[in-house]
């Protein structure tokens, strides 16, 4: 059960951006009037003031940016992932099950634009091409085929597909550095242990054998993926639909418009 939401503030902090950035009446009497309806359609990381006073002010914008990422099309089985002995060229689980929920969102907001990013880099993760049995080449060779099919099949409602790497070039840096960040940061060290106690079932399905500290590892990594996107999400002005998984915690301090979409793919 969503703890109500205090609108009238949620409100009034909008009006008073709109106010400053001198938007007409019009179109900040629409968001209010959506705001309830989509925050209502998304999952508890979305159901709180800030958070929809973020989603609220990316609203505002005359065409609000929708990026989603996803990633390849690793094995799966009524919804759910499965163990990663292959990678596919298809559509993904996760842009499967996120369809959906963009065509609510986006019947919501028609003006908005939504671009789906495809995990490209995880072709440099060893562990995964070890899984698949898969060169470095061959699974890139794949994502691609990924992103052309997501093309194919969401061109009916004109969005847009791109690898991550492509869409932001410096993703690859910024995770380096913010991965370095958090492993200096103490203050962060029993988040990491509880992501990587919390995603054992995850590491069981996409990495098999590997001692903690390298799950520790790949936890820190994955945490550095969702703050850098974050920050870039939040610099650039986009709003982030993700699924449901601890990684959204990385999310909501640098900032971030998220509409969580409450469904698991694990």
């Not at 002995?85 to 939504?114: D, M, N, Q, Y």
């Not at 440099?124 to 890139?140: G, H, I, M, V, Y």
């Not at 106690?197 to 001692?211: I, W």
Request: hydrophobic share 40%; charged share 25%.
């Amino acid at each position: 059960m969503h703890q109500p939401l205090d609108w009238k503030r949620v409100h009034a902090a909008l009006f008073r951006e709109a106010r400053q950035r001198g938007l007409p009446t019009e179109r900040l009497s629409r968001v209010q009037d959506i705001l309830p309806e989509l925050i209502h359609s998304c999952g508890d990381y979305s159901h709180s003031r800030r958070m929809a006073i973020r989603i609220g002010s990316r609203l505002l914008d005359e065409t609000p940016r929708i990026i989603v990422p996803t990633c390849p099309a690793y094995p799966n089985r009524r919804g759910k992932f499965l163990p990663v002995t292959t990678l596919k060229s298809g559509v993904s689980l996760v842009t499967i099950r996120h369809i959906p929920f963009l065509l609510r969102v986006t019947e919501l907001i028609p003006e908005a634009s939504v671009t789906i990013l495809v995990a490209s880099h995880e072709a440099n993760d060893p562990a995964l091409r070890r899984a698949t049995s898969l060169s470095r080449k061959e699974f890139e060779h794949r994502i691609r085929g990924t992103i052309h099919a997501t093309r194919k099949r969401v061109a009916e409602y004109g969005w847009n597909v791109e690898a991550i790497t492509d869409f932001f070039p410096s993703f690859l840096a910024c995770r380096a550095a913010t991965i370095r960040w958090i492993g200096n940061d103490q203050s962060l060290a029993r988040h990491i242990d509880a992501d990587t106690l919390a995603r054992e079932h995850f590491y069981q399905l996409f990495c098999g054998a590997e001692t903690y500290e390298e799950k520790r590892a790949r936890t820190t990594k994955t945490a550095a993926e969702y703050t850098c996107l974050g920050r870039h999400a939040k610099d650039q002005a986009y709003l982030i639909v993700n699924h449901t998984t601890t990684n959204l915690a990385w999310y909501i301090p640098v900032g971030v418009a998220l509409l969580h979409h409450h469904v698991s793919v694990y």
